[in-house]
């Protein structure tokens, strides 16, 4: 007789608002603040959830967020505007994602203007 898997895997969200809601609660207002930041500065992008993120569209993902244990994660990476790029120096990790200590101001408005940059590079 074959034994049962100890561990299952936890199957992906199907919407944001079930991502968020599996959150950490210090991180659930951050989470939904940014997504209300993201929808504003891209009215016409659709929410979708991709490789178990949440994520914008508009004809092609324009940008991802996701929560982690000390720090919001936002992809991709910000290429081809170097006042942009400066600006997002400080919170740039590894491979070019950026992450917003979850203990420090998260800069909303910075987020917008990423957005912003994505959509114009999605036409």
């Known amino acids: 007789m074959a034994k049962r898997a100890i561990?299952?895997?936890r199957r992906a969200p199907k919407t944001i608002d079930e991502y968020i809601d599996r959150c950490a609660p210090q991180a659930q207002p951050i989470l939904r603040r940014v997504r209300a930041t993201i929808a504003k500065a891209a009215?016409?992008?659709?929410?979708?959830?991709?490789?178990?993120?949440?994520?914008f569209k508009l004809r092609r993902i324009l940008v991802y967020f996701a929560a982690f244990r000390h720090h919001i994660g936002l992809y991709p990476p910000v290429k081809g505007d170097a006042a942009l790029e400066k600006a997002v120096a400080p919170y740039a990790?590894?491979?070019?994602n950026l992450r917003?200590?979850?203990?420090q101001?998260?800069?909303?408005?910075?987020?917008?203007?990423?957005?912003?940059?994505?959509t114009t590079r999605s036409r």
Do not use: Q
């Not at 990790?93 to 070019?96: A, F, R, S, T």
């Open 105 to 118: 101001k998260i800069p909303y408005a910075l987020i917008s203007t990423i957005v912003k940059f994505s």
């Open 100 to 103: 917003f200590p979850i203990e």
């Open 7 to 9: 561990a299952r895997r």
């Open 93 to 96: 990790g590894e491979k070019g």
């Open 43 to 55: 009215p016409d992008a659709t929410e979708t959830i991709s490789y178990g993120m949440p994520a």
